[in-house]
């Protein structure tokens, strides 16, 4: 059946269609944008919703662009490269005032410019899929195709660094040449400033001669390999003597030294320019104690210690705070910044309070949020509570639930909050909001 024709609404969190049927039901439309009028066919019928696909477009969006990549619409890694770059991020910016208008109830009293940077080659790390697949002609290294878990046949790809997508042809090559190829699930992508690394997951050990022709392909490539031959603590580089990889912020004078399976953020650009706005909006002052959760490696830590009289830094991943902590002896910052292991997710008022006053609080949580700190602070005596919040959020729906708990429960105000456009042509929300206390205020970003 694909006679139906649709007015697309609006467009969800994953960057589909929104539309009503004749008889009212909600109606996902893949490949479709606001204000179009499309002929669908349905591929799914829910009790409460439907779900379609755009079979031809009748009326289109002035915001409609032809897709850069070949690939867009059957492979899974961008849903968005019909739409105009610039109109993504408003789009981002709208889904965000949603969220927490109607999920916390609060309205940010400042919006705040967006963060966005290259549309294209910015991703510094990705994991490919690779699977063996004789009727495609052998070897397939990429993205998983939409809604499926079948691998995309695919040769190159616009949005990882040009020099990485010149390496996909070569690997699918080299891979088939493996006495393990049938058993190679994924290679994990790591770009440093100096350095790239592949990181080779095998579910069976590799043969000497595997290893010689993963040394070539790496002489002859430039690139480093790491191999894992189980879970991410076990992967370890091919060759011992190999450099670290790292990421620099020169605004800092810091470099950050990372291994290829650690969590870091994806886009290098992006992320200085994140860090950036965060320390402007916590304005931070020599006197101030600030406390930094979910902090990683120290990716913001390390910056704030830099204008702070003390930053601590609390993290679950004992890795990451290792990490941390040799950055913090490096730049010779370890008397200005501390480090802890803890699960944050099950933090209450009375572990906050053991750590003294902070003038300032950074959270950067992962997707899930950071709920039990939100209530932990809310319960906090307004004169221990921090003057200022900054929240990095990767999740707009998570950020909204703890903003109407610092708001409702806790007594800030949700002074600023906007969209940073980590993700170019997909459908992930970043995001950074400033929660105060006192007085209403118009924040300073630079």
């Not at 031959?229 to 450099?243: C, F, I, M």
């Not at 910044?337 to 944050?344: H, I």
């Not at 003294?356 to 809310?378: E, N, Q, T, W």
């Amino acid at each position: 059946m694909s006679n139906t024709v649709l007015s697309i609404e609006s467009l969800d969190l994953s960057a589909q269609g929104v539309a009503h049927d004749d008889e009212g039901k909600v109606v996902f439309v893949e490949g479709a944008l606001p204000g179009e009028k499309v002929r669908v066919e349905f591929s799914r019928h829910k009790k409460n919703y439907n779900k379609a696909q755009v079979v031809e477009v009748l009326q289109a969006s002035p915001l409609r662009v032809t897709p850069r990549c070949p690939y867009f619409g059957q492979c899974g890694g961008c849903v968005m490269q019909h739409l105009d770059a610039d109109a993504q991020i408003a789009i981002k910016q709208r889904a965000l005032e949603d969220m927490l208008r109607h999920i916390g109830r609060v309205q940010a009293a400042q919006i705040l410019p967006p963060i966005y940077g290259a549309f294209w080659g910015y991703r510094m790390k990705a994991r490919f899929s690779a699977r063996f697949v004789a009727k495609k002609g052998g070897m397939l290294v990429g993205f998983r195709e939409r809604n499926s878990r079948f691998v995309m046949d695919m040769e190159h790809c616009q949005v990882v660094p040009p020099h990485v997508s010149a390496l996909l042809k070569p690997l699918r090559a080299l891979l088939e040449t493996l006495s393990v190829a049938r058993r190679v699930p994924q290679i994990e992508l790591a770009v440093g400033d100096a350095q790239t690394v592949l990181v080779l997951r095998h579910l069976e050990p590799l043969s000497a001669e595997d290893h010689d022709k993963l040394r070539q392909f790496a002489q002859e490539h430039q690139i480093q390999w790491w191999l894992q031959p189980k879970g991410p603590e076990t992967a370890h580089p091919l060759e011992a003597d190999q450099e670290d990889l790292y990421y620099s912020l020169p605004e800092y004078d810091l470099q950050m030294h990372f291994k290829p399976t650690d969590f870091t953020q994806v886009n290098h650009g992006i992320n200085r320019v994140l860090i950036r706005r965060a320390l402007a909006l916590l304005d931070i002052q020599p006197h101030h104690r600030v406390v930094d959760l979910f902090c990683g490696l120290g990716n913001f830590t390390l910056p704030i210690a830099r204008t702070a009289r003390e930053v601590v830094g609390v993290e679950g991943s004992e890795v990451l705070i290792e990490r941390a902590r040799a950055a913090a002896q490096k730049h010779d910052l370890a008397d200005r910044a501390q480090f802890s292991v803890l699960d944050l997710f099950q933090v209450d008022e009375e572990w906050l309070q053991t750590l003294g006053h902070f003038d300032r609080m950074l959270i950067d949580p992962p997707r899930d949020g950071a709920v039990a700190v939100a209530k932990a602070v809310s319960a906090l005596p307004v004169q221990a509570q921090p003057e200022r919040i900054v929240y990095v959020s990767c999740n707009p729906s998570t950020l909204a639930r703890d903003a109407g708990i610092l708001t409702h429960v806790g007594g800030y105000r949700l002074q600023a909050a906007g969209v940073v456009n980590m993700f170019p042509h997909t459908a992930h929300i970043e995001s950074i909001a400033v929660f105060t206390k006192g007085t209403q205020e118009r924040l300073s970003i630079d």
